[in-house]
């Protein structure tokens, strides 16, 4: 099958997935969680064969860690698939209601939004949590995982295929996709895929919306940062900051450039350095940073850089005005962190950070679908469009009209004989 014939079988079945029952999702799911489960010893072997090339090919170190995919990993996207079937059913629900006159009602309901094409990195957990999400929500998915993941998103996907082919749901629903050409080609595709999700670089995200007349939802840069106040408990302040940065370095929540406070830098940073200590991290300080603690010189490309990696940026600051002129200036508006026993300056932060999440005294870290109840995610955007941060199921949804009349024409309303009500309703749209 090529890419335009993977494309229209998606369209195709995008239609009657838009229609399938909460019933006949779930009973899907939970097939897919099961046949996972019976194959997660043929998934870890195909993953080890992406492992041992990947590493022949000198990946880097994070990048492996993200491409690993054992049968432990495979028992947490189960869990994950799970937690997703307890959300309720997304598709239907009554947004709002309105009498426009006696006998005629208007309902804003939500629906799928169709093919959603999903450009994702080397982790094949994103493959699963995206296609999950996709069928719960009632979309079609086409899949471009990294390269590096080939072997694993292969068998992935079959199995996924295969498993919801099982339960009754329309084939052709999921559509995997290998080669750069396949996404060069699929971005020409604006009659058959209504949304592209990249995930990856400000530059590749731009490409992608150059290149294509399909919405694009952005998921960029993680340039993530953690202020601490002047105000802040330098404890918590110490742990906050570690586990942003290195509890797992190789995703786009983990948190790149630290802002501290002056008034608190000789007691912090010390502290911080000692407890960072153990994972090895490379701190790059501006000029007062390394009159405090031993680090590399920070540059201007410092505060740009998404490291992936056991490095951080370091800068003090004299006001969390000067913090949030520096978050605003060079941040991605994925994830920011204040941390202050101040109320007010928590507020003030949290209103003027321009970013998707903003925190206060908690980590970078919890910038996630899965923790804030979403069913995972398909990306974290960082556009200002219809869903801004965790996508999950809400973010895969738009809404149509449904207006139900009895036999009510517009000649009256035109010619002033009749006048509409818009009378706000409390009810759910049913035939």
Known sequence: ??????????????????????????????????????????IAEANKKDLARSEAEHLATPLLKRLKFDEAKVADVVQGIHSLMRLPEPVGETLMSTELDKGLELYKV??????????????????????????????????????????????????????????????????????????????????????????????????????????????????CHVYVDSEADIAMAVEVATDSKCQYVAVCNATETILVHSAVAAEFLPKFAEATKQYNLEIFGDARTQHIIDCQPATEESWKTEYL???????????????????????????????????????????????????????????????????????????KIHARGPVGLEGLLIYKWKLKGSGQ???????????????????????
């Open 1 to 42: 099958m090529n890419i335009q014939q993977a494309a229209q079988a998606a369209k195709q079945a995008s239609i009657e997935l838009a229609a399938s029952t909460t019933e006949l999702k779930q009973a899907a799911l939970e097939r897919i969680a099961q046949r996972l489960q019976q194959h997660a010893s043929e």
């Open 110 to 223: 939500s629906c799928p939004i169709g093919v959603i094409g999903v450009i994702f990195e080397s982790r094949p957990d994103a493959l699963v949590q995206i296609s999950t999400l996709c069928l719960k929500s009632g979309n079609a998915v086409m899949l471009k995982g990294g390269s590096e993941a080939l072997e694993t998103n292969r068998v992935l996907a079959r199995i996924i295929a295969e498993a919801s082919a099982e339960a009754g749901i329309a084939q052709g629903w999921i559509q995997l996709l290998e080669t750069r050409n396949d996404v060069n080609e699929m971005l020409k595709m604006d009659k058959s895929i209504d949304l592209i999700i990249p995930r990856g670089s400000n530059e590749f995200v731009q490409y992608i919306m150059n290149n294509s007349n399909i919405p694009v939802l952005g998921h960029a840069d993680g340039i």
């Open 309 to 383: 990696d056991y490095k951080v940026s370091v800068k003090i600051v004299d006001s969390v005005e000067e913090a949030l002129q520096h978050i605003n200036t060079y941040g991605s508006g994925h994830t920011e962190v204040i941390v202050t026993n101040n109320a007010h300056k928590a507020e003030t932060f949290m209103n003027r950070a321009d970013s998707g999440n903003v925190f206060w005294n908690c980590s970078s870290r919890f910038s996630d679908g899965f923790r804030y109840g979403l069913g995972a995610e398909v990306g974290i955007s960082t556009n």
């Open 409 to 431: 024409i517009v000649a009256p309303y035109a010619k002033g004989e009749k006048a509409f009500t818009h009378v706000k309703l409390d009810k759910k749209f049913s035939i």
